[in-house]
């Protein structure tokens, strides 16, 4: 079936430091990837998308390339914030009608000053 | 613009009394619409979701149901709760696509911290 896997947290990093958060998928077809962020109390939100292999989404200073080969969406981020600290889902969109939203058990990551 | 509303936003209450979590969607027609519970330090886990009124399809057999008496309403219930239902429930829309294509991106509410006791 379709699954995504995440890198388990949480991560702590200081402020100004490189981000990456691993991210890998099994799905059939050619599914979207999706990276959503959920700060602390809040519902989720789309941080960044691809819709096709060798894309790259980003925001807000985020990045992801949609790899095929490898089957990955790695989040990156070369200095990250304090106000970045949040919970971020990797998720894949598969082509199907209604339910279609499959997501990754989140990683936490705390950025300290 | 759309937007979702989802409440109450915090929820205590005794094992063994009836839930009602309510949610509804603006700006939109015919949306997807979907219940979520992320239990503490756990990921998201689908609940429900509905392509229309009256649809509803469920993804974990549990004590919990869930209802869609108008477009964009979204209704999540129980009888009777257990401790196990205590968690932050989500509801979320997308836009309702045609089957074969894929969907954009789901647009969240703000969520409501359950606290079963």
Redesign the interface.
Known sequence: GNSVTQMEGPVTLSEEAFLTINCTYTATGYPSLFWYVQYPGEGLQLLLKATKADDKGSNKGFEATYRKETTSFHLEKGSVQVSDSAVYFCALSRNNYGQNFVFGPGTRLSVLP | SQTIH?WPATLVQPVGSPLSLECTVEGTSNP?L?WYRQAAG???Q?LF?S?GIGQI?S?VPQNLSASRPQDRQFILSSKKLLLSDSGFY?C?W?VR???????????????T?LSVL
């Open positions: 989802q997807n979907y756990r990921g998201l689908l979701y392509v399809s993804e989500l979320a997308s696509r045609l089957p074969q294509t894929t969907n954009e991106k789901l647009f969240f509410g703000s969520g911290q």
